[in-house]
């Protein structure tokens, strides 16, 4: 009977994991490729889908406010519940006022509106973080994180690839209204979900303390200053290329629910394949090891978006090229969230985490933003070939800071 309730509790701790994954990777898209598409079609200009990267700068920012949420707690369901309801209801309703919208008629509002959806989901990253680190044992980490990148991305396929082939044929409108039901419905997991017990007396802090001790105890760090810039360029090669994929394939001649079916869909399963072979390798290699092939991979799968320029509309050459390259990207990310979390310190996890994870944000916001200006000027091989070109300041500094990188 103890042995049946251990595995209970087991069970119900990742399951809220996986579940609390799925609600933090559904609206992620919502503001990225689909929005794409929809103002694709609504004959919004390459340049301006282009700068719709800015929309992810609250994920790039979110160090900035974190500490807050440590700090403060609501009046009621605790401080990590608190905040995550009230966060999944307002999402809900800037969700709602997007669906009813129309980037056609007025394109500005539709930006501040995903600006808002963006800042409201990068918060809800944040409390959901600090959850699964407070919620689960230290031997269960692993096993949970896994947990919880599987349901991020099957959220993100909802939103993604289902958002696209439903918007063929219920529209955009009906599309994300019922993405925000989905979320809506994600919000029961957090009034089941337990409340963690807090670490520490995080109120009895000073407010400076909270937002300088995370900052002050990673800077003391050999090469910190390195290890931010490797942080920043490790991927900034696959996240710019992965500002405009959306507009390329459309570019090319595939429609909307040719895009959500190969890509999205069929394109997801290499993805968790690459997750999980490159965990299995991680172990056997340790991480700096694994950093560098995958850097090396992910730049080649970049180089093979030339490749399908060339060949055009073709679903073969399409599912193949999206395979490798999710299969990098999925082997690339296994390795990179092992990195950053072997960089925190237990006492400070959710602010340097959020740090981390906005510095690793900024190429796919803040970098990838002119991304339209530069695949308009130089076509759409010159700009995936500097984009296959940049990965290598990465893989360099990389090489340059070997015993910085932790190897476990």
Wanted: glycine fraction near 10%.
């Amino acid at each position: 009977m103890v042995g049946f309730s251990k595995h209970l509790g087991i069970f119900r701790r990742h399951a809220i994991t996986f579940l609390m994954g799925f609600a933090s990777g559904l609206p992620l898209l919502l503001t990225g490729s689909v929005l794409q598409a929809w103002m694709t079609d609504a004959g919004i200009s390459l340049e301006n889908v282009g700068l719709l990267a800015l929309i992810g700068l609250p994920y790039t920012l979110k160090f900035a406010w974190a500490p807050l949420l440590d700090r403060f707690s609501l009046p009621f369901l605790g401080r990590r519940r608190g905040w995550l309801f009230l966060t999944q209801a307002a999402l809900v309703g800037m969700l709602v006022m997007l669906a009813l919208s129309n980037p056609a008629v007025t394109p500005l509002l539709v930006g501040l509106i995903a600006l808002a959806v963006s800042f409201l989901s990068a918060t809800q990253d944040i409390v959901i973080d600090a959850y699964r680190r407070e919620h689960l044992p230290d031997n269960e980490l692993g096993l949970g994180s896994g947990f919880y990148v599987y349901g991020y991305r099957i959220g993100m396929l909802l939103a993604s690839g289902g958002g696209l082939m439903l918007a063929d044929v219920i529209g955009f409108t009906s599309t994300y209204l019922l993405m925000a039901g989905c979320l809506a419905v994600a919000m029961l997991v957090t009034l089941w979900a337990p409340e963690p017990e807090a670490a520490a007396p995080l109120e009895r802090r000073h407010l400076h303390q909270i937002f300088i001790d995370p900052l002050v105890n990673f800077m003391a760090r050999p090469k910190a200053w390195a290890l931010l810039l490797l942080i920043l360029l490790y991927k900034l090669g696959d996240s710019v290329a992965g500002n405009l994929t959306t507009p390329f394939y459309k570019s090319i001649g595939f429609s909307n629910a040719e895009i959500g079916a190969t890509v999205k869909i069929f394109g997801l399963w290499p993805l968790l394949g690459g997750i999980f072979i490159g965990g299995l390798l991680i172990m056997r290699w340790g991480i700096y090891r694994s950093l560098v092939v995958f850097g090396v991979l992910q730049m080649l799968s970049t180089a093979g978006f030339i490749v399908l320029n060339h060949q055009g509309h073709d679903i073969a050459w399409l599912a193949g090229v999206v395979s490798f390259e999710n299969l990098a990207a999925g082997m690339g990310t296994a390795a990179f969230a092992a990195f950053m979390a072997s960089l925190t310190d237990k006492r400070f996890t959710a602010g340097q985490y959020a740090l981390l994870s906005s510095i690793m944000g900024l190429p796919r916001v803040v970098i990838a933003a002119p991304s339209g200006y530069l695949a308009q000027a130089a076509g759409w091989d010159g700009f995936f070939l500097v984009c296959t070109l940049v990965a290598l300041p990465g893989l360099w500094l990389l090489i340059m800071i070997k015993d910085s990188v932790p190897r476990t």
